[in-house]
Nanobody
Framework: VQLQASGGGLVQPGGSLRLSCAAS????????MGWYRQAPGKQRELVAV???????KYADSVKGRFTISRDNFKNTVYLQMNSLKPEDTAVYYC????????????WGQGTQVTVSS
């Protein structure tokens, strides 16, 4: 599985960005896709994930502001980020997990999101 992330950038507080993550390879094996982020000096943390059934999970800090969605035809996961705050500044990483007999975790390259005036 290969993951290609895009959509980061610089935005003012209160603004919006949309991240995209396109998956390729053994797509049928993917069970969960999502986004994690890592700010300078901090550990990588979960932002939002979505499973094959469409169930979602969000970090408390982004609930009500971020929305994760999945386009199965395009094999792409999106993260719509609204009402951005300076504390959302981080490198955002796309993630995919496969379960079953050979579980695995895959990471895309990070995309920088900077929220600053």
């Amino acid at each position: 599985v290969q993951l290609q992330a895009s959509g980061g950038g610089l935005v003012q507080p209160g603004g919006s960005l949309r991240l995209s993550c396109a998956a390729s390879g053994r797509i049928s094996s993917i069970n969960v896709m999502g986004w994690y982020r890592q700010a300078p000096g901090k550990q990588r943390e979960l932002v939002a994930v979505i499973n094959n059934g469409g169930s979602t999970k969000y970090a408390d800090s982004v609930k009500g502001r971020f929305t994760i969605s999945r386009d199965n035809f395009k094999n792409t996961v999106y993260l719509q980020m609204n009402s951005l705050k300076p504390e959302d500044t981080a490198v955002y990483y796309c993630n995919a997990k496969t379960y079953g007999s050979l579980p695995a975790t895959y990471w895309g390259q990070g995309t920088q999101v900077t929220v600053s005036s």
